[in-house]
């Protein structure tokens, strides 16, 4: 049960709000963003979800940050969920999520809302079931406003290449002139997690990834999508050793998955196709979570010893395992340094350009962000730290781990390929566009020294 519901910039502007229930006291957004902004500048943990006997729940999308409160206790996974397809359905009917476009199009959220939340009870979030019961049009944001797209926003189909705005669009606008363009996007993201021991050996390594869809077909055409034939659901009783072998024998082995409601497995256990008739918006067809052994797309060196009386050296190296063709951007390593570190200066190798190094002294971490990282080479950071005191123990273990974020456009680790995207004709001239994308991105990435 939701008691409020509000969006806020990131500088705490409220951009939305809506009170269902009467039972928290106005002034809730202001006391959220005080104790988040703060908490964070402070360096400490996050803020606590409990404030005066309310419970805050949010979500940070696009930089936008949903906020649902409430004085009961409810399950915080629902609530987070809740928070997630509302920001998805705004999204699907204005096209784009940004604060200009919920500020121009307040009129449309706020009849969203009073649509999938009535009196702090959930309703649907189905963006189709919706479609009966919104009656405002979205105001078009003008796509030369957006921020510009990096390379991960670019889809690509052969040697042609669409922008990520293509898929700015509103499931209910129509092109000009009244008419609408047939196509479907297609995403395959991972988001992957990998521990190294200080010998750079992999510990633990997971990969959770989803298979999203969004249709601009008119009618609903029945789709057929094709995965790996040789994909294979659980370890078939496998021993632990074969299950870890197979990582050279090419086949694909999740340890588990679910379907979006939509999807019909008929002929899934035969030729690994997936049959569907997609409903209006975003979803995802497939989840699914593999531990089979695949090749890390970075490997990071990192080594931290004593140079003199009250001063260290880091050299900080990782190199990127993926092919030449392929580029990551948004590239951010960060590491812990011992409590007593009170400077650091950086040495980049020559001619490095696109990198930024910085030293954070209120929570003493280093930090280097490389802009783009392109596959096949290797960076390396050598910073020099200065200490305000000796040190306690050994220096190993007052530093680290290092941990790194970053975005890999048309790469995957799991080697999960949609091999064709098939959809039903109307008639022969029938051709819509097909886009797939494959995004791979750093959920946990973290390498002990």
């Given at each position: 049960m939701i008691s409020q519901f509000f969006v806020l910039s990131q500088r705490g502007d409220n951009i939305v709000f809506r009170d269902y229930?009467?039972?928290?006291?106005?002034?809730?957004?202001?006391?959220?963003?005080?104790?988040?902004?703060f908490w964070k500048e402070d360096g400490q943990e996050e803020a606590p979800?409990?404030?005066?006997?309310?419970?805050?729940?949010?979500?940070?999308?696009?930089?936008?940050?949903?906020?649902?409160?409430?004085?009961?206790?409810?399950?915080?996974?629902?609530?987070?969920?809740?928070?997630?397809?509302?920001?998805?359905?705004?999204?699907?009917?204005?096209?784009?999520?940004?604060?200009?476009?919920?500020?121009?199009?307040?009129?449309?959220?706020?009849?969203?809302?009073?649509?999938?939340?009535?009196?702090?009870?959930m309703q649907t979030t189905s963006t189709e079931v919706l479609k009966s019961y919104i009656f405002n049009e979205p105001i078009v944001v003008d796509a030369a406003r957006l921020q510009p797209l990096g390379p991960a926003a670019i889809f690509m189909q052969g040697t042609k290449?669409?922008?990520?705005?293509?898929?700015?669009?509103?499931?209910?606008?129509?092109?000009?002139?009244?008419?609408?363009?047939?196509?479907?996007?297609?995403?395959?993201?991972?988001?992957?997690?990998?521990?190294?021991?200080?010998?750079g050996y992999i510990l633990t390594s997971e990969i959770d990834g989803t298979i999203q869809m969004k249709s601009y077909l008119t009618g609903n055409p029945e789709i057929r999508l094709a995965l790996n034939e040789d994909l294979s659901i659980g370890r078939g009783g496998e021993s632990a050793n074969d299950y870890r072998s197979s990582y050279g024998s090419g086949a694909v082995i999740l340890d588990d998955c679910n379907f979006h409601e939509s999807v019909r497995l008929d002929s899934f256990d035969m030729d690994r196709t997936l049959a569907l008739v997609p409903p209006d918006g975003e979803f995802p067809v497939m989840n699914y979570r593999m531990t089979q052994e695949f090749k890390p797309p970075f490997h990071i060196n990192c080594?931290?010893?004593?140079?003199?009386?009250?001063?260290?050296?880091?050299?900080?190296?990782?190199?990127?395992?993926?092919?030449?063709?392929?580029?990551?951007?948004?590239?951010?390593l960060e590491m812990p340094?011992?409590?007593?570190?009170?400077?650091?200066?950086?040495?980049l190798e020559p001619g490095a350009t696109g990198q930024r190094t910085d030293f954070k002294g209120a929570n003493k971490k280093?930090?280097?962000?490389?802009?783009?990282?392109?596959?096949?080479?290797?960076?390396?950071l050598r910073a020099k730290l200065t200490?305000?005191?000796?040190?306690?123990?050994?220096?190993?273990?007052?530093?680290?781990p290092v941990s790194m974020t970053f975005t890999i456009p048309m790469y995957n680790v799991s080697r999960l390929q949609v091999k064709y995207l098939q959809i039903a004709k109307k008639s022969s001239s029938y051709n819509p566009y097909r886009w797939v994308r494959y995004v791979t991105q750093a959920n946990s990435y973290v390498a002990r020294i």
């Amino acid at each position: 049960m939701i008691s409020q519901f509000f969006v806020l910039s990131q500088r705490g502007d409220n951009i939305v709000f809506r009170d269902y229930r009467g039972e928290v006291a106005k002034g809730s957004a202001e006391i959220f963003f005080r104790k988040v902004k703060f908490w964070k500048e402070d360096g400490q943990e996050e803020a606590p979800p409990n404030v005066g006997g309310v419970n805050y729940f949010h979500v940070k999308v696009v930089g936008l940050l949903f906020v649902a409160t409430t004085r009961v206790n409810v399950s915080p996974s629902l609530v987070l969920e809740l928070l997630q397809r509302i920001a998805r359905v705004i999204k699907d009917y204005l096209g784009v999520l940004s604060e200009d476009s919920l500020r121009k199009n307040f009129v449309l959220v706020y009849e969203l809302l009073d649509e999938v939340i009535d009196f702090g009870y959930m309703q649907t979030t189905s963006t189709e079931v919706l479609k009966s019961y919104i009656f405002n049009e979205p105001i078009v944001v003008d796509a030369a406003r957006l921020q510009p797209l990096g390379p991960a926003a670019i889809f690509m189909q052969g040697t042609k290449r669409m922008p990520g705005t293509a898929i700015t669009k509103s499931v209910v606008a129509n092109e000009p002139g009244g008419r609408k363009r047939e196509e479907i996007f297609v995403d395959i993201i991972e988001k992957i997690s990998v521990t190294f021991s200080s010998s750079g050996y992999i510990l633990t390594s997971e990969i959770d990834g989803t298979i999203q869809m969004k249709s601009y077909l008119t009618g609903n055409p029945e789709i057929r999508l094709a995965l790996n034939e040789d994909l294979s659901i659980g370890r078939g009783g496998e021993s632990a050793n074969d299950y870890r072998s197979s990582y050279g024998s090419g086949a694909v082995i999740l340890d588990d998955c679910n379907f979006h409601e939509s999807v019909r497995l008929d002929s899934f256990d035969m030729d690994r196709t997936l049959a569907l008739v997609p409903p209006d918006g975003e979803f995802p067809v497939m989840n699914y979570r593999m531990t089979q052994e695949f090749k890390p797309p970075f490997h990071i060196n990192c080594l931290i010893e004593e140079a003199g009386h009250l001063k260290a050296e880091v050299i900080l190296k990782v190199r990127a395992e993926f092919p030449s063709n392929i580029t990551a951007n948004t590239v951010v390593l960060e590491m812990p340094l011992p409590k007593y570190t009170t400077r650091a200066s950086f040495e980049l190798e020559p001619g490095a350009t696109g990198q930024r190094t910085d030293f954070k002294g209120a929570n003493k971490k280093l930090e280097w962000d490389l802009e783009k990282f392109v596959g096949g080479v290797e960076h390396t950071l050598r910073a020099k730290l200065t200490f305000s005191q000796e040190l306690h123990a050994n220096i190993i273990k007052e530093a680290g781990p290092v941990s790194m974020t970053f975005t890999i456009p048309m790469y995957n680790v799991s080697r999960l390929q949609v091999k064709y995207l098939q959809i039903a004709k109307k008639s022969s001239s029938y051709n819509p566009y097909r886009w797939v994308r494959y995004v791979t991105q750093a959920n946990s990435y973290v390498a002990r020294i």
